[in-house]
């Protein structure tokens, strides 16, 4: 009856939010020494651009969003070969993924084509701004994976200040002693 | 044999393993689905697994759902000539051998389970449980579709994973199938 995973998803936005799931995506790979697919999208700048500007100017647009596009998709490849080379160093089968377009989109994706088993990736509970970018990504992918997927709630940068967690805790601690529910328990 | 659990329990949060995953059931095949994916990873990191039943209060359940004869009686004596007490209690027996069948199947499979029946809302007890037990890992099922199975317990995941205290594995229930992994995906 014993399951085992044989491909994990771990997409990335270059945030330190989404940087939250990367400890639980290698812990998970290490132990069932497997794959780690490391996934970062970046927007497609061409196909956005096009839409807005005057169909004569449509090849000097092409020209710029796709160079920029090569040199944005680079960046991000040095920065994601940076995360894979320190995974490998952790003992790790890591892979980078580095493809442009929707971030749901190519999650879904790679999920299907690689047959991934398992998607670890971050989401938090506050709203904001943060909440409404990252946040829907998560969401979505929950949404529409048929895959798995084990989700890592993540603390902004700016609460994760030394009084900040301070105040978080005593808040959680609080909550828990008022709200222990009347258990009967059974051991086996 | 319980001190070498316990030493092991710690070395493994050392070397950044699970210790203690939660699983909560609801006695549906469903919420059943997510516990190979429980047991895997316990297994793996050697951890304690807990399966969670929440018994939600009679009282609560019926004053909320039920209409008594309007005008007939009070709600209280209503309640009593159902006797809701001894149902709540029918009902927490009836949980806690279903998990103890399960903590059983799970033992003989060589995981370190237990099992505990809570009463109350389910989604704060399984809440209050994770941070009073210091969970690290819940993993549960959700439905992938509509309808009234959704509302009722796809609505506890959300709680739960709006609320948690720990990463939550989340598993998309398929209906009509017993297994999960090998039917699944493109191949």
Excluded at chain 1, 65 to 82: D, F, H, K, M, N
Excluded at chain 1, 128 to 145: F, H, P
Excluded at chain 1, 151 to 172: I, K
């Amino acid at each position: 009856m014993t399951l085992t995973y044989r491909k994990i998803l771990l997409p990335l936005d270059g945030s330190a939010l989404a940087a939250a799931a990367l400890p639980h995506a290698r812990r998970l790979a290490l132990l069932f020494g497997v794959e780690l697919l490391v996934v970062r999208a970046v927007a497609d700048l061409h196909e956005r651009n096009l839409h807005y500007v005057p169909a004569g100017m449509a090849p000097q647009v092409t020209d710029y969003t796709q160079g920029l596009l090569a040199r944005w998709v680079a960046e991000v490849e040095a920065e994601q070969a940076q995360v894979v080379d320190e995974l490998r160093a952790a003992g790790v089968q890591a892979t980078a993924v580095v493809e442009s377009g929707d971030a749901t989109a190519l999650i879904l994706d790679v999920a299907e084509r690689e047959a991934v088993d398992l998607i670890v990736m971050a989401t938090h509970g506050r709203s904001g701004l943060a909440r409404w970018v990252y946040g829907s990504v998560a969401e979505k992918v929950l949404q529409a994976a048929s895959c798995p997927v084990l989700l890592v709630r993540s603390v902004l940068p700016t609460t994760a200040t030394a009084t900040g967690a301070t105040a978080t805790g005593a808040t959680a601690t609080g909550a828990a002693s008022t709200r222990t529910p009347s258990m009967t328990e059974q051991k086996a | 044999v319980t001190h070498t659990v316990e030493q092991s329990a710690e070395q493994s949060a050392d070397q950044g393993m699970y210790a203690h995953i939660l699983t909560p059931l609801d006695g549906s095949a469903v919420a059943a689905q997510a516990l190979e994916h429980a047991v895997a990873i316990a297994l793996h990191s050697q951890a304690k697994l807990t399966l969670v039943q929440v018994i939600p209060d009679v009282t609560t359940v019926a004053t909320e759902s039920v209409t008594p004869p309007v005008g007939t009686m009070s709600f209280e004596k209503f309640a009593t000539s159902y006797d809701l007490s001894s149902m709540q209690e029918a009902w927490i027996n009836e949980a806690r051998g279903a998990l103890h069948e399960s903590v059983d199947r799970l033992a003989a499979a060589g995981v370190n389970a237990t099992s505990i029946v809570l009463q109350g809302s389910p989604a704060e007890a399984i809440l209050s449980y994770a941070e009073a037990e210091a969970i690290d890992l819940i993993v549960m099922s959700t439905h992938g579709r509509g309808g009234v199975a959704r509302l009722i317990y796809g609505s506890v995941a959300t709680q739960v994973l709006r609320s948690a205290p720990c990463p939550v594995l989340v598993v998309r229930a398929r209906l009509g199938e017993g297994r999960a992994e090998p039917a699944r995906g493109e191949r």
